[in-house]
């Protein structure tokens, strides 16, 4: 455990990893946020799940940010089931 505070991501996030997805693609879009991150390859449109800690570690950059009002929408609220 770390005692770095979780970065903070928005649903339509464009981020750059360090890693380059197999197809040659280097940019991904967040598409589902939780313990694990819903990364959408910007080149080939493959979907992946990658926990959040892992793509904590490999961003290097946001190439474009999301919406933080569609992030609080999407969000469960205290309290519903």
């Known amino acids: 455990m770390t005692d770095r505070p979780a970065l903070t991501l928005y649903l339509g996030d464009l981020v750059r ?20 991150i819903g990364l959408r390859c910007q080149t080939c449109n493959r ?8 793509v904590e570690r490999r ?4 190439v474009r940010r999301g919406d933080p009002i ?12």
């Not at 693609?25 to 598409?31: A, F, M, N, Q």
């Not at 979907?47 to 892992?54: A, E, K, Q, S």
């Not at 961003?59 to 946001?62: A, G, I």
């Open 17 to 36: 990893l360090q890693r380059a997805h197999p197809c040659g693609g280097h940019t991904w879009l967040i598409d589902r946020l939780g313990a694990d």
């Open 59 to 62: 961003l290097v950059e946001f």
């Open 47 to 54: 979907h992946v799940l990658v926990d959040r800690r892992t």
């Open 70 to 81: 569609l992030s609080a929408a999407a969000a469960p609220h205290p309290g519903s089931p």
